[in-house]
């Protein structure tokens, strides 16, 4: 009887074994899928930040052509820059009211951060007041580096930021060695063109680094600009 017993029992702890091990796979099986799951949206996650992030670098490289319309229309570039301002401003606060405006809606949703969701786009503000700024209170020459430095510079410091920016600078808010470095190449070597001088180009790619580095988010549009523009016209 004991033997019969003791069989039982060993029979009955080996099915509780085979059990738990049918459990223990099946549970890793799931955490498996799940594992490839999240990994396959944090993929999908960052194939469309990127693809935002060129789009809305695209819009903001178009504004290296601003000083040549500045040269040869000035009134009508103004004008045309204020309208665009103006009408986005409306078409923004349309939008947060639940009524899109055809083009300008479409180009927001396109283009906006994750931190932008729900709440009024900035960026395109402060990148047309900044370019205002520059046009308005400067001469053309500061201007035009005020501008391609935030169109040019700043623009492809965010691109190459994302794209090969691994090394983090310490408290920027993220901002990549390579971002920074690239936003001082473009800015000196189109600072040097334009000034005719290398020694503006080195004063204002290092200044221009520098500003791009503070985590400003929306309002760098506003102070790149003006900030080289005062370099190049009260010192060069």
């Given at each position: 009887?004991?033997?019969?017993?003791?069989?039982?029992?060993?029979?009955?702890?080996?099915?509780?074994?085979?059990?738990?091990?049918?459990?223990?796979?099946g549970e890793t099986g799931v955490c498996k899928e799940y594992m490839i799951h999240k990994r396959g949206i944090f993929v999908r996650s960052r194939i469309i930040s990127f693809r935002k992030e060129i789009f809305r670098k695209i819009i903001h490289i178009c504004s290296v052509f601003v000083p040549i319309g500045l040269h040869f229309f000035y009134n009508l570039t103004i004008f045309a820059l204020a309208l665009m301002l103006v009408v986005y401003i409306v078409a923004?606060?349309?939008?947060?009211?639940?009524?899109?405006v055809p083009v300008f809606?479409?180009?927001t949703e396109a283009a906006s951060r994750k931190r932008d969701e729900n709440r009024f786009v900035l960026g395109p503000v402060t990148l047309c007041c900044g370019v205002l700024a520059s046009a308005l209170f400067f001469n053309e020459t500061a201007a035009a580096v005020g501008i391609l430095g935030l169109a040019a510079g700043d623009g492809l410091a965010s691109l190459f930021g994302k794209m090969f920016g691994n090394v983090k600078i310490p408290f920027t808010g993220g901002k990549?060695?390579?971002g920074s470095l690239s936003c001082f190449g473009v800015i000196f070597l189109l600072t040097s063109i334009v000034t005719n001088n290398t020694v503006a180009g080195l004063v204002c790619g290092f200044v221009g680094m520098f500003v791009e580095m503070i985590p400003l988010k929306d309002f760098d549009n506003l102070l790149i600009p003006i900030v080289l523009a005062s370099v190049v016209q009260f010192f060069f």
């Open positions: 009887m004991v033997c019969v017993a003791t069989s039982d029992m060993n029979n009955a702890s080996s099915e509780a074994v085979d059990s738990l091990s049918e459990v223990s796979v923004e606060v349309l939008r947060k009211h639940g009524r899109n809606s479409a180009i990549s060695v390579v």
